[in-house]
């Protein structure tokens, strides 16, 4: 039989390993349980890694799909801002 590879859930993940480093911050674990925290900690950061990777590259495809393609982060100017709030109220 062959096991089907479950969905990555990221904050699933995340949560895993903030638990995992609250765990291993606490001090308890032997020598052999923390290596084995610390390499299923490095495995989660992997994931995680490559999952805001493969969403930063969604994002810049679905950028790309508009009128001109950029990559450039947001901005407001202090104009837009202050309208932004005053719509907000």
Not at 4 to 12: E, H, L, P, S, Y
Not at 72 to 86: G, I, N, R
Request: with cysteine; hydrophobic share 30%; aromatic share 6%.
């Amino acid at each position: 039989m062959t096991k089907k590879k479950q969905a990555f859930d990221f904050g699933t993940a995340l949560g895993q390993l903030e638990t995992l480093v609250e765990r291993m911050e606490e001090g308890n674990f032997s020598l052999e349980e923390s290596m084995k925290a610390f390499e299923q900690g490095i495995k989660l950061t992997r994931e995680c890694q490559q999952a805001l990777t493969a969403a930063e590259q969604k994002v810049e495809v679905l950028v790309q799909q508009g009128s001109s393609p950029t990559s450039e982060p947001l901005s407001y100017s202090d104009k837009e801002l202050a309208d932004t709030e005053d719509e907000q109220e």
